[in-house]
């Protein structure tokens, strides 16, 4: 049985991801959610090392927090559209792509603390 990644936010105690993936390639990293006509609920992508992220080929809007090195969220896109440059974050070192809407249900705001599990 293969692992699972969740994504937490700790400073609300809220589940934002179930089964989220990780790319950290470069390869992995550019193609990012490409191809893809959606995420289903409980998905997630963490991209690593990121300072910012696009839409152009995408088919579907997406929510995409930027955490920094200490798991802090520095920077909320909720959502980014198709076809679309979102901003650099400087300040990030990851982020983690959901699907349109997880972030301001589960109120996820800047200075919030996420965090990365894996689970069986």
């Not at 909320?76 to 400087?90: D, K, Q």
């Not at 301001?104 to 894996?118: E, H, K, M, N, W």
Request: aromatic share 6%.
């Amino acid at each position: 049985m293969s692992s699972m990644i969740a994504v937490v936010n700790v400073t609300r105690s809220v589940v934002l991801a179930t089964r989220a993936t990780l790319a950290l390639s470069g390869v992995a990293r550019a193609r990012g959610l490409l191809g893809r006509t959606g995420m289903d609920g409980g998905e997630g992508l963490i991209i690593r090392p990121c300072k910012g992220v696009h839409s152009f080929g995408m088919r579907f809007p997406i929510d995409v927090a930027y955490v920094n090195e200490a798991g802090a969220v520095v920077r909320v896109l909720a959502p980014l559209l198709p076809n679309r440059a979102g901003p650099v974050a400087w300040n990030a070192s990851w982020l983690v792509e959901l699907p349109e809407g997880v972030l301001q249900r589960s109120g996820t705001v800047p200075g919030d603390r996420l965090q990365a599990f894996y689970y069986r």
